[in-house]
């Protein structure tokens, strides 16, 4: 089982990497950084739940990991609705051009 999780883990990684490189969108990007959070979840949870008593450990990191993730889609929302309404395009190597 463990090595069918760590090859969903590492597609998952490969997914969002080749979403940094490839595309300059600003809901792309985060969505990437989200893949890699889940990714680093499961990966987690697999190497933990592998040996015969489970770690309580993982518990405290998970809950980190988490806790990023949604503040990170809290930001994203905020950022979206705010650029939506002011006209900006989300192409993130046009928005050192904005005026704040």
Avoid: N
């Amino acid at each position: 089982m463990l090595p069918y999780l760590f090859a969903i883990s590492l597609i998952l990684l490969a997914v969002a990497l080749a979403g940094i490189i490839s595309d300059r969108h600003f809901v792309v990007l985060m969505l990437a950084v989200e893949l890699i959070l889940i990714s680093s979840s499961i990966m987690l949870i697999s190497f933990f739940s592998y040996t015969q008593a489970p770690d309580p450990s993982a518990v405290p990191m998970l809950i980190s990991i988490w806790s990023v993730a949604a503040v990170e889609i809290m930001a994203l929302v905020t950022f979206y609705i705010y650029m939506k309404s002011k006209g900006y395009d989300f192409d993130v190597t046009k928005l050192s051009k904005l005026k704040w």
